[in-house]
């Protein structure tokens, strides 16, 4: 019960840290889209942070959101009851498959990926955590997750633009990006993303993949920013053809 305590003021704290970015991204978005109506997918949709964000700041045509964590899913789903969204308790990847969602004590860091328990980060973030418990794994349990393919959403569902799509997927962004066709990389005018530096998360992939990626798909870089107290970065690209 004290480490919930103690996770819940962690998080505060980490969300009063970050306000000074999150306005900085908001400030970015509204210089580029003004007033118009958006239409945004939020792959690892956690809590709905990014989905406040957007909603209180922005108008909304309509937002596809995906969350992997049942748990969260069913808290969405009753958050945004009556809010323009189209919410899937999926992952989001380069096929569909089956995959295993390894759910951490700091739910925001759940992944599909391995850790590296060896890393020192892995150490730091394992004692800050472990402060009032007597667990020795960052990790909680196991859930078997759907993953999609996001092209084959973005047919089924008859999106033919993309104003922003926003991955937060913790090391699983450059699958996510894998997984769409250059048509539908067309279709997309920002890409908004979360990329780890730390490698306590064992990704398979180094940003320049993501960079290359993206530049083949004529998506160039436009803002970065360092995430407080994370050896992590947000990057915003632009559709160079848009």
Do not use: C, W
């Amino acid at each position: 019960m004290i480490n919930k305590i103690f996770l819940r003021l962690l998080n505060i704290l980490i969300n009063i840290f970050d306000y000074p970015n999150k306005q900085k991204v908001i400030k970015f978005f509204k210089n580029y889209f003004g007033k118009n109506d958006l239409i945004i997918i939020d792959i690892g949709a956690h809590k709905g942070e990014t989905i406040d964000l957007f909603i209180d700041n922005f108008h909304i045509s309509n937002i596809i959101a995906f969350e992997p964590n049942s748990k969260l899913y069913h808290q969405l789903k009753k958050k945004y009851d009556n809010k323009k969204l189209l919410l899937f308790n999926n992952g989001v990847g380069i096929k569909n498959e089956q995959k295993e969602l390894n759910i951490m004590q700091d739910s925001s860091s759940s992944t599909f990926n391995e850790l590296n328990k060896d890393t020192n980060y892995y150490k730091k973030k394992q004692k800050i955590l472990n402060l009032f418990s007597s667990k020795n794994d960052l990790m909680k349990n196991k859930e078997k997750v759907s993953i999609l393919n996001l092209s084959e959403v973005i047919f089924k569902n008859n999106i033919n633009s993309i104003d922003i799509l926003k991955i937060d997927t913790e090391g699983f962004e450059f699958n996510v990006l894998q997984g769409l066709s250059i048509n539908d990389f067309q279709k997309i005018k920002m890409i908004y993303f979360e990329h780890h530096y730390d490698l306590m998360i064992k990704k398979g992939y180094n940003f320049s993949d993501i960079n290359d990626l993206l530049n083949k798909n004529n998506f160039y870089k436009k803002y970065k920013i360092k995430m407080s107290f994370r050896k992590s970065f947000e990057y915003i690209y632009e559709n160079s053809q848009k």
